[in-house]
Each structure stands twice: as structure tokens, then as C-alpha cells.
Nanobody, 118 residues
Framework: VQLQASGGGLVQVGGSLKLSCTAS????????MGWSRQAPGKEREYVAA????????LYTDAVKGRFIISRDNAKNTVYLQMNRLELEDTAVYYC????????????WGQGTQVTVSS
């Protein structure tokens, strides 16, 4: 599986940004998809995940109520809608794919930079 993320950029505190990730292959709906991020000087951390059929979603506590993960299996694409962005959300965001919604990722895409400014 190859993953191509896009949509990063510069946004002010309180703003919104939507990330997209398109996957190669014909078995997209079999994978749990997710997003992780890595801030400068910090370890990579899990952000959100969604099951293959989109019926189950998981979020890390830091983004609950602000971020929404969704997917369009017809387009082989997973999204991360990020609202009420905070300075602490500044990071490189990575798209991931795994066997289930809560499994460790088997595949990683290249990162897309999100920078939140005051």
C-alpha cells in the first residue's frame, strides 16, 4: 500500500485545515486508516484512526472534539478535518494503514507539515 498525504499548511490559532490521504491498491476498505504526527523535538504520536468500513473511529484525548477523521472508500481516501487548531498541533502529520482500526500501522505515508501560528 502506498499512501500520499496532502493538505498541510500554515494556519492561525483557532483556524481549520483538512488533510487528505490517498492510497494505492484495490483493497483500501480492508485497512484501518489513521493519522499520526510528530512535533519538533518530540516522539511520533497517534492522533486518530478509522475502521475499514468507517463505522468506528478513535482519537487521542488531545484532539477529541476538534478533529474528525473520515474516509471515502470509493476514492481510496481518508481525511482529517482539524478544527480549533492550537499551537500544540504544529507537527508533521503522517497517514497510516493497518489491519484494524486499533492495530499498529503496517504502512506509513510521507508527512505533510501543519504549522499553527499565533
Amino acid at each position: 500500500v502506498q499512501l500520499q498525504a496532502s493538505g498541510g499548511g500554515l494556519v492561525q490559532v483557532g483556524g481549520s485545515l483538512k488533510l487528505s490521504c490517498t492510497a494505492s491498491g484495490r483493497t483500501f476498505n480492508r485497512y484501518g486508516m489513521g493519522w499520526s504526527r510528530q512535533a519538533p523535538g518530540k516522539e511520533r504520536e497517534y492522533v486518530a484512526a478509522i475502521s475499514g468500513d468507517g463505522s468506528s473511529t478513535l482519537y487521542t484525548d488531545a484532539v477529541k472534539g476538534r478533529f474528525i477523521i473520515s474516509r471515502d472508500n470509493a476514492k481510496n481516501t481518508v481525511y482529517l478535518q482539524m478544527n480549533r487548531l492550537e499551537l500544540e498541533d504544529t507537527a508533521v502529520y503522517y497517514c497510516t494503514a493497518g489491519r484494524t482500526v486499533d492495530a499498529a500501522p503496517d504502512y506509513w505515508g510521507q508527512g505533510t507539515q501543519v504549522t499553527v501560528s499565533s
